[in-house]
């Protein structure tokens, strides 16, 4: 098989990380591994393994005709079979297609929050979809939702996993105490839902305890983030809660941390959590999404309604309190992403539907 992801940023999103991930294992399995990111590239692009075949596309509008003639271009001299289109990627991806009408387009949809959503929202999506050979999802409800709306019958539920890689440069040092920090790695935008963590740390007053709190992702510097610091700033926290913006040297900044959260409102299967569990950081975790099949409550992780400000100080309450309950979730997080998640596994199962 000779196949190609296509992603529209290398920024650290779950996507952009599946889509990495996927070119560099399957590099090892199959004939022709690539990866194209079409609008921007990121601080994922020096994970991209030697032997995946690279390109960006530098594309600057929805339709651009020039970028549609480069990726036409790659996939004719490369004599791709398959491209796999992680998420908004699917617009070019069909409009190639068009031009190579042989080739044959996997999207795969991360999108947790599109099961809210309706098919007038999507209408682009829908209609294009009868162009698309099959469709991956991250979890069941947005298999089901693509049974209902989608015009393509093959729909297959593809777990995600993860990586650590040890080349990466260890360069983020999280500030406050050994064994008393908290992290958070998400991006900072909807439906993260990072107020819910801020507001969970301010009224717990965990700081007076020593703790701190340690947000890493993108910062879009907008309205969203500009809610979380004047919050933090307007309950004299600057000091127990910090912000390091997008970062790439995830396993260390996760080495330093005692306890990993997510809030989300809405999530497809969430990579985050894969990572702690990597780390063997013990979680409280959204149950939205696939998060509730991922984690089993008082096993490897403990759950909560994240519009819930209740049940989030009362699952952070516990972790914080009790040290031999970190100990025991992080280990049994450990061995469930182990078991279920690992790269072989997923990579195996991704071939098997390439093939369906």
Same mark, same amino acid.
């Given at each position: 098989?000779?196949?190609?992801?296509?992603?529209?940023? !290398?920024?650290?999103?779950?996507?952009? +990380?599946?889509?990495?991930?996927?070119?560099?294992? !399957? *590099?090892? $399995?199959?004939?022709? @591994?690539?990866?194209?990111?079409?609008?921007?590239?990121?601080? /994922?692009?020096?994970?991209?393994?030697?032997?995946?075949?690279?390109?960006?596309?530098?594309?600057?509008?929805?339709?651009?005709?020039?970028?549609?003639?480069?990726?036409?271009?790659?996939? +004719?001299? &490369?004599?791709?079979?398959?491209?796999?289109?992680?998420?908004?990627?699917?617009?070019?991806?069909?409009?190639?297609?068009?031009?190579?009408?042989?080739?044959?387009?996997?999207?795969?949809?991360?999108?947790? %929050?599109?099961?809210?959503?309706?098919?007038?929202?999507?209408?682009?999506?829908?209609?294009?979809?009868?162009?698309?050979?099959?469709?991956?999802?991250?979890?069941?409800?947005?298999?089901?939702?693509?049974?209902?709306?989608?015009?393509?019958?093959?729909?297959?539920?593809? %777990? &995600?996993?993860? +990586?650590?890689?040890?080349?990466?440069?260890?360069?983020?040092?999280?500030?406050?105490?050994?064994?008393?920090?908290?992290?958070?790695?998400?991006?900072?935008?909807?439906?993260?839902?990072?107020?819910?963590? /801020?507001? %969970? #740390? #301010?009224?717990?007053?965990?700081?007076?305890?020593?703790?701190?709190?340690?947000?890493?992702?993108?910062?879009?510097?907008? %309205?969203?983030?500009?809610?979380?610091?004047? #919050?933090?700033?307007?309950?004299?926290?600057?000091?127990?809660?910090?912000?390091?913006?997008?970062?790439?040297?995830?396993?260390?900044?996760?080495?330093?941390?005692?306890?990993?959260? /997510?809030?989300?409102?809405?999530?497809?299967?969430?990579?985050?959590?894969?990572?702690?569990?990597?780390?063997?950081?013990?979680?409280?975790?959204?149950? *939205?999404?696939?998060? $509730?099949?991922? =984690?089993?409550?008082?096993?490897?992780? !403990?759950?909560? &309604?994240?519009?819930?400000?209740?049940? =989030?100080?009362?699952?952070?309450?516990?972790?914080?309190?009790?040290?031999? !309950?970190?100990?025991?979730?992080?280990?049994?997080?450990?061995?469930?992403?182990?078991? &279920?998640? @690992?790269?072989?596994?997923?990579?195996?199962?991704?071939?098997? *539907?390439?093939?369906?």
């Amino acid at each position: 098989m000779r196949i190609v992801q296509i992603i529209d940023s !290398l920024n650290a999103g779950g996507a952009e +990380r599946m889509a990495v991930n996927y070119a560099n294992s !399957l *590099a090892h $399995s199959i004939e022709f @591994s690539g990866l194209i990111s079409t609008r921007d590239e990121g601080v /994922l692009r020096n994970q991209i393994k030697s032997q995946v075949s690279y390109l960006f596309l530098r594309k600057k509008k929805r339709i651009d005709f020039l970028a549609i003639i480069r990726l036409r271009k790659y996939l +004719r001299e &490369n004599k791709v079979d398959i491209i796999h289109a992680h998420s908004s990627s699917f617009f070019i991806a069909v409009l190639t297609k068009f031009t190579i009408p042989k080739i044959k387009i996997i999207w795969h949809d991360h999108y947790g %929050a599109r099961i809210k959503e309706t098919k007038k929202e999507n209408r682009v999506l829908i209609f294009l979809s009868m162009f698309f050979y099959s469709i991956f999802v991250v979890n069941l409800e947005l298999k089901e939702w693509s049974k209902k709306n989608m015009n393509c019958s093959r729909i297959f539920f593809i %777990a &995600n996993f993860t +990586r650590f890689d040890s080349t990466i440069k260890q360069e983020t040092h999280l500030k406050g105490k050994d064994g008393k920090r908290i992290v958070v790695l998400a991006n900072l935008k909807k439906p993260k839902n990072h107020i819910l963590i /801020l507001k %969970a #740390f #301010f009224e717990l007053e965990l700081n007076k305890m020593g703790w701190s709190l340690h947000l890493v992702g993108r910062d879009y510097n907008d %309205a969203y983030s500009d809610n979380l610091k004047t #919050f933090i700033k307007s309950n004299l926290l600057k000091d127990h809660i910090y912000l390091y913006g997008e970062k790439s040297d995830v396993s260390y900044i996760l080495s330093q941390a005692s306890i990993g959260v /997510l809030a989300s409102t809405q999530e497809g299967f969430p990579v985050t959590l894969l990572e702690y569990g990597l780390a063997k950081l013990p979680v409280i975790s959204t149950n *939205a999404g696939y998060c $509730s099949t991922l =984690i089993k409550d008082k096993f490897n992780g !403990l759950l909560f &309604n994240p519009l819930s400000e209740l049940e =989030i100080n009362l699952q952070l309450s516990k972790l914080i309190e009790d040290e031999f !309950l970190r100990s025991n979730l992080g280990g049994n997080l450990k061995q469930s992403v182990d078991e &279920n998640y @690992s790269e072989q596994r997923v990579i195996e199962q991704l071939i098997v *539907a390439y093939n369906k």
